[in-house]
């Protein structure tokens, strides 16, 4: 099968290191192993060949042009609310345009079997009247159909094959207001390979430590004020305990509001702290007692993650919002941590509270303080959770579980046991 993959214009045509850009490389990366794989991005300055060979996927760099960073400066009024929050600049036909005009084009001369499309939903029209033989799929990793005009979207969708939701919460969401519109799930995943625990650097921490980690963007949907306000109270039992914060803040991480549900009461109480830098006021939430055991690292590699996690005891995602997945939360059970994070989007279908970790109330700090509590005051529980969370990381959320499921989808769009699926398992 002849696959071709893309995503925004801001990715680059080469193995991304950070960013949306991993989710659709680590499904590449795999089924290259049996199966012919393009992946399109855009070309970097130091760029010498528009077109190269790695790991069995065939990079096309497509060359930014000026008419797209013309329009690009368009971006900014969805930021301050030019256009109606349904009809955002970023979901029009006019963002990016030419970029994706260059590879529909490009595709042309592919003549590919499926042609994966991620996030940008926007731009299927295109690329279908530029390849009318192609089955379209569409992989999605947010709320933004069900969030954004239902008429614009609808006509959209007229030229897509099949939908992908990274979750159940995803799927079901664009089922109950699509229903004419195939919709799957393929779950993200996690490199069990990669992320597994090291015994003889775990067995070197400090005893009597004990490490709370949180991983991803520092922005308000992610709840780290609520984060800090249970940490708060957690200290002055625990004394010794220590809270890491690894992620992006300030523009690099805060999500714009617009792009929020805030017809969700949760996700409205976050406004305020769209008024000024978050960053700063997540500092001035720290108690004094606390001031010297809350660590921001800042943003980090996917890849060199590893290290953090394997230094943590407990892995915290206290999402306000509805989660769509959750990446953190399946690298964190990959590395026998146990989970908290809150009963909000895709949540539950990754963490099985009082098995691999614990669920609580969105935006409730004195739940998350509890809760951290009950783990902290037990270590065997804290192992046991850990255990089965590596298992169900394992067995559910693998990228070579992900892979042989997603293409089980292709296959089915065909209708025909014309492609046999092959998969890998290293």
Same mark, same amino acid.
Not at 121 to 132: D, E, M, T
């Given at each position: ?23 659709? =490389? ?25 077109? =190269?060979?790695? *790991? ?18 368009? !971006? ?28 529909? +084009? ?65 799927? &079901?969401?664009? !089922? ?11 779950? &993200?995943?996690? *490199? ?39 940490? &708060? ?119 099985? *509270? ?7 109330? !969105? ?23 850990? +255990? ?28 025909? *046991?014309? =492609? ?7």
């Amino acid at each position: 099968m002849k696959i071709a993959f893309f995503d925004y214009i801001w990715t680059l045509a080469e193995p991304p290191k950070f960013g949306s850009g991993i989710l659709c =490389y680590q499904l590449a990366l795999r089924l290259a192993r049996s199966n012919n794989v393009i992946f399109y991005g855009s070309k970097a300055p130091d760029h010498q060949e528009l077109e =190269y060979t790695q *790991d069995g996927i065939t990079y096309h760099r497509i060359s930014t042009n000026l008419i797209d960073k013309i329009l690009g400066w368009l !971006r900014v009024l969805d930021d301050w609310n030019f256009f109606s929050r349904k009809r955002p600049f970023y979901a029009s036909r006019l963002c990016d345009f030419r970029y994706y005009w260059q590879i529909g +084009k490009d595709l042309q001369s592919q003549n590919c079997d499926v042609i994966q499309i991620n996030f940008t939903f926007h731009v299927a029209p295109l690329i279908r009247a530029l390849n009318p033989q192609a089955k379209i799929v569409v992989f999605l990793q947010t709320e933004w159909l069900t969030q954004l005009d239902h008429q614009m979207v609808a006509k959209q969708l007229e030229a897509v094959d099949l939908i992908i939701g990274c979750s159940n919460y995803i799927t &079901n969401k664009i !089922r109950n207001q699509f229903p004419t519109i195939p919709c799957e799930t393929v779950f &993200n995943g996690v *490199d069990i390979n990669h992320f597994k625990v090291n015994p003889e650097v775990k067995n070197t921490q400090k005893e009597g430590i004990v490490t709370l980690l949180f991983v991803g963007r520092v922005s308000p949907e992610k709840g780290i004020h609520i984060l800090l306000q249970a940490f &708060n109270q957690v200290i002055l039992k625990y004394p010794q305990v220590q809270l890491k914060i690894v992620g992006p803040e300030d523009q690099y991480g805060v999500l714009p509001v617009q792009m929020l549900d805030t017809e969700d009461p949760y996700v409205e109480n976050l406004i305020p702290f769209y008024q000024g830098k978050y960053s700063q006021q997540l500092r001035q939430i720290i108690s004094a007692h606390a001031a010297s055991s809350v660590s921001f690292v800042g943003p980090i590699k996917q890849l060199d993650l590893v290290e953090h996690y394997q230094k943590a005891d407990i892995f915290v995602f206290p999402s306000v919002w509805n989660e769509p997945f959750g990446i953190p939360l399946v690298e964190a059970m990959a590395m026998e941590l146990p989970i908290i994070a809150t009963h909000s989007g895709a949540f539950p279908e990754i963490v099985e *509270d009082e098995k691999t970790g614990l669920l609580v109330e !969105r935006a409730n700090p004195d739940a998350l303080a509890t809760a951290i509590l009950q783990l902290l005051e037990d270590k065997n529980l804290r192992d046991v959770m850990g +255990k089965a969370a590596r298992k169900q990381a394992v067995n559910k959320f693998s990228w070579e579980k992900i892979n042989e499921n997603l293409l089980i989808k292709y296959q089915n769009l065909f209708g025909s *046991d014309k =492609y046999v699926v092959k998969t890998k398992i290293s």
